[in-house]
């Protein structure tokens, strides 16, 4: 077994619950190449991850630094900003989301160990304890996986759980590294998670967030008005409240009050499986929403109001621009020697016909691009894109 793994196996961490302790932890991180970092987060009934535990190792210090025990947090914060200093996470994506909400800022640059194994064609979406198995031949205990990181103390087993979730990212990370600057594809992992921040950055604005409800196509222009509202409110109150948006309202009885349009909260009661509580709780509510929605309906011009959702189906040319997106994937993967489904997935696909053809669209309205016309995919599709799509839309 190489040294460096020795080590790991026989590494100590430190539990960091003071500011003194973070500064000198975090300054000594800022003299490393890279760090490995990870995060523990409590997320049942909220919007957001509540940030339990931050795990660091930087190849000679091990640390569980405790964010509810430390008021300030700026060290670490000074640490995830630096350019000079690489993070190594693996499968980032909650993590950024964390990150965001506990420090409002994000990790940079980041290299995800998971998206590098899919580059070098190790296998899609590879979890963190089959990548530890498959480059370091360490086998992982899963079992601490369902804690409450926000209860207090935390049991050593706990702990020792959460050590391991980083310990063995830096010696991943270094054999990754090495096979990516190999492939001369280095770029692409810091441009895919850079891609990945800006749109954890995004936020739907609330008028919009009636694109994301599921069969909003079914609705008529009325019906749409009714769900744009709802919807709006639903956002609005689930990120005043912090509350997951299920537990605001259901999407399912949002869509249902939005078709039915009751005017009484008899009629809302009569949603198939709605709650006397949310009811009790939001019923005046919504149907004063309703109401508001309706009349505004009415006294808008047909020209101006809110146009029906299309689908891509209901495209005639969907299925052969498809078709010619993913031959043009295809080849761009051949290439340059990776899996298809690196290059672009069917929904990155989807993505660019709605933003080229959809006069409002969720990419759009978030002042995104694209996927395969961002970043390092931008220079690979654009010429094939121009061809067979035309220019971009204004």
């Known amino acids: 077994m190489p040294a460096f793994l020795l080590l790991c196996l026989n590494m100590q961490y430190q539990l960091i619950t003071t500011y003194e302790q973070l500064e000198k932890v975090c300054i000594a991180a800022q003299r490393q190449e890279a760090i490995a970092l990870d995060t523990e987060f409590v997320r049942t009934r909220t919007l957001t991850p509540h940030l339990g535990l931050i795990q660091l190792y930087d190849g000679h210090q091990l640390v569980l630094i405790d964010p509810l025990a430390i008021e300030n947090m700026q060290p670490f914060v000074s640490l995830l900003e630096n350019e000079a200093v690489v993070k190594v996470l693996h499968s980032c994506s909650e993590d950024l989301e964390t990150f965001l909400t506990a420090f409002g800022t994000l990790p940079s640059p980041i290299f995800d160990t998971q998206f590098a194994a899919s580059v070098l064609g190790k296998g899609p979406t590879l979890g963190y304890a089959k990548l530890v198995e498959m480059l370091c031949d360490v086998s992982l ?45 280095v770029h692409w992992i810091f441009d895919e998670i850079a891609l990945l921040g800006a749109k954890k950055r995004a936020q739907m604005p609330e008028d919009f967030a009636y694109l994301q409800i599921k069969n909003n196509w079914r609705l008529n222009a009325e019906q749409l008005t009714v769900l744009q509202a709802l919807a709006a ?47 009790r709780r939001y019923g005046d509510t919504i149907i004063s929403l309703i109401d508001d929605a309706r009349a505004k309906y009415a006294q808008t011009p047909e020209n101006l109001r809110l146009p029906v959702v299309l689908r891509l189906i209901d495209v005639p040319k969907y299925k052969k621009a498809l078709s010619d997106l993913k031959v043009i994937s295809e080849k761009i993967a051949e290439e340059n020697g990776v899996s298809s489904d690196v290059i672009a997935s069917k929904k990155q696909l989807n993505q660019l016909l709605k933003w080229y053809w959809f006069q409002v669209d969720e ?14 995919r931008a220079p690979l599709f654009m010429p094939h894109v121009k061809a067979l799509l035309g220019d971009a839309p204004e």
């Not at 995104?368 to 016309?373: E, G, I, K, S, T």
């Open 141 to 185: 205990d899963k079992g601490e996986s369902r804690t409450d990181w926000l209860a207090r103390p935390l049991r050593e087993a706990q702990l020792s759980y959460a050590a391991n979730d980083v310990l063995y990212l830096l010696p991943c990370y270094q054999q990754l590294d090495a096979e990516i600057k190999q492939a001369g594809k």
């Open 233 to 279: 409110w639903r956002l609005h109150t689930a990120r005043e409240k912090d509350l997951a948006l299920n537990f605001v309202f259901k999407e399912g009885h949002l869509f249902e009050a939005a078709q039915r349009l009751p005017d009484s909260k008899s009629g809302l009661s009569r949603i198939n499986g709605i709650n006397h509580q949310s009811i």
């Open 363 to 376: 990419t759009r309205v978030q002042g995104l691009m694209p996927d395969v016309l961002s970043t390092w």
